[in-house]
Structures are given as C-alpha cells and as structure tokens.
T-cell receptor, first 117, second 110 residues
Framework: GAVVSQHPSWVICKSGTSVKIECRSLDFQATTMFWYRQFPKQSLMLMATSNEGSKATYEQGVEKDKFLINHASLTLSTLTVTSAHPEDSSFYIC?????????????FGPGTRLTVT | GQNIDQPTEMTATEGAIVQINCTYQTSGFNGLFWYQQHAGEAPTFLSYNVLDGLEEKGRFSSFLSRSKGYSYLLLKELQMKDSASYLCAGREDSNYQLIWGAGTKLIIKP
C-alpha cells in the first residue's frame, strides 16, 4: 500500500513552453501533498505544500505564477511549470501524506526529470 | 531558526558498521525521519523517531535524543547496495512539513 505515482517520469521540452506533472496517490487519500525540486548532488528543496480544495502554500522564493499547483481531488495534485527555461531543468518529486492515518510519514513518487532545451 | 546538520559524505567498508549523525534545531519538534535516496531516484522511508531511544529494524537502527537535538542512523553488515544518500528530516509541531538536511552520501567500498 501507500503508493504514489508521477507522470511523466521524464520530459524534454523547449524553452518557453509549459509542462504539467501529475502526482497521484493510488491507494490512499491525501489532503496534503508536497512538491520538491532537487538539483544534482543537492538535497530536496520544498517548493510548495498542496492542499486539496484550497490554494497551495509556496515556500519563499518560489514563484507561484510560474509553478502552478492544482490539488483538485484527494488523490491528484498537478504542478505546471509555465514558460519553462533551461534553469528550470531539475528533478521534481512529489510526496503525499495519508489522511486516513495518524502517521506523519510522507510517501514519495518516483520523480519527474525535466529537461528544458 | 530551523537547521538540520549532517555530514556531507562518509565512506565505509562492505560488511562493516557505519553511524550517520544528524543534529537539528527547530522551532518545535515532533519527530525525526530518516530516508534513503539512491542516485536518480526518489527517497524511500527508513525510520521515524518521536521518543528518545533506539529503534531497530533489521540491519538499520535509528536513535533519537530530544534533549540533545541529536539523532543517528546505524547501518550494520553493510552491503554494496547501501551506497546511497541518507536524508535526515525533522517534523515541526502542528504541520506536516519536514525540514530536510542536505543528506549524507555514503560510499561503500569492497
């Protein structure tokens, strides 16, 4: 149990285009999901906390108009990178917390590797 | 402030034991996580400590001292597949966000 999927697993796009990444909790409900970005040889950087049915909470320095987050259901959150630039190339990882249990463990998706050319 | 410190890199020998330390300073505290991350992959959960003491889970054990703001991950009978980054993360009170350390890259040599 507690499986989180991400789609796509990797994507290459041209500079100026937008890319949407999906994060799904497959066998549990998640009112809270987290979006992270990780550059090579660096640790996870929390970008935003996604809350079902409400606006996401963005970390300082993360542009909310560039990284659009939609958490429209209890099992799906999406991150859209708008007008992507090469510096947005990174490994994007989502995680979800099972709303039905008292555990605070975060279950991670497999990540999406974005390359902007 | 909020801060999680752990060594950048450690090297150990196959079959040996290694201890990865983590110190934390958070405005509140409600538990500490250890995750394993292989290169190019997402982190996987190893352990969660909220009370003082040692929790053993197979070859891996995790220790917490709340009064000292200190935790360690102990890996026994090291295998080559244990080569990975080990991330320490603290949970603050009243929210589900985790404060992440930079990770410790563990290199296992034959």
């Amino acid at each position: 149990g507690a499986v989180v999927s991400q789609h796509p697993s990797w994507v290459i796009c041209k500079s100026g285009t937008s890319v949407k990444i999906e994060c799904r909790s497959l066998d549990f409900q998640a009112t809270t999901m987290f979006w992270y970005r990780q550059f090579p040889k660096q640790s996870l950087m929390l970008m935003a906390t996604s809350n079902e049915g409400s606006k996401a909470t963005y970390e300082q320095g993360v542009e909310k108009d560039k990284f659009l987050i939609n958490h429209a259901s209890l099992t799906l959150s999406t991150l859209t990178v708008t007008s992507a630039h090469p510096e947005d190339s990174s490994f994007y990882i989502c995680s979800a917390r099972d709303s039905g249990v008292s555990s605070y463990e975060q279950y991670f998706g497999p990540g999406t590797r974005l390359t902007v050319t | 402030g909020q801060n999680i410190d752990q060594p950048t890199e450690m090297t150990a020998t196959e079959g040996a034991i290694v201890q990865i330390n983590c110190t934390y300073q958070t405005s509140g505290f409600n538990g500490l996580f250890w995750y394993q991350q292989h290169a190019g992959e997402a982190p996987t959960f190893l352990s969660y400590n909220v009370l003082d003491g040692l929790e053993e889970k197979g070859r891996f054990s995790s220790f917490l001292s709340r009064s000292k703001g200190y935790s360690y991950l102990l890996l026994k009978e090291l295998q080559m597949k244990d080569s990975a980054s080990y991330l320490c993360a603290g949970r603050e009170d009243s929210n589900y966000q985790l404060i992440w350390g930079a990770g410790t890259k563990l290199i296992i040599k034959p």
